[in-house]
């Protein structure tokens, strides 16, 4: 769209072709775990490969190259989802670390100064925490937005690299 090129948001396995042959799958998965009939996004998904492999045989694509290159789409959905997938894991990471904090202020007896240590291991075990996740998170974000997002994107067809010289005498 950025580029004014319609045509192939409309062909291009990452256009229109790509997002609804991953909504297809994501929606076959909630109807297979709602016990619904999920034969139809199924057959949503299958028909999308099969346009996206006629339009690759019409454009002079051997069979061959063009199912590899579709086996590699699915792979490559696949394999993104599962990568998206560690950030939601660092969820289940907070709350251990949380109930192991918990667990440490509960061993101190609550009498006097014990209810103040109580309170400070919350406190700072919590800011520990999340400087820890924040760290972690905007590690794992990183990455992915560089080399799955991006990715999706880059075309490669710019100007050559040709570095600053020292002036010659």
């Known amino acids: 769209i950025k580029e004014e090129n319609i045509k192939e948001l409309f062909k291009e396995e990452k256009g229109i072709p790509g997002i609804t042959f991953y909504l297809s799958i994501i929606t076959t998965m909630v109807f297979w775990i709602e016990k619904w009939d999920y034969y139809i996004p199924i057959m949503v998904a299958i028909g999308i490969l099969g346009v996206m492999f006629l339009q690759e045989i019409k454009e002079g694509g051997g069979v061959f190259e063009v199912l590899i290159k579709l086996f590699s789409f699915v792979i490559e959905n696949i394999s993104n989802t599962i990568s998206f997938i560690r950030v939601g894991a660092f969820a289940l990471n907070h709350v251990a670390l949380s109930m192991v904090i918990f667990a440490l202020s509960g061993m101190i007896e609550p009498i006097s100064i014990g209810l103040i240590m109580r ?12 400087l820890f996740e924040g760290f972690i998170v905007g590690i794992q974000v990183t990455r992915l937005e560089f080399y799955e997002f991006f990715s999706k994107f880059y075309q490669g067809d710019g100007r050559k690299f040709k570095p600053l010289s020292y002036l010659k005498e």
């Open 119 to 130: 309170i400070m291991i919350i406190i700072f075990g919590n800011l520990l925490i999340i």
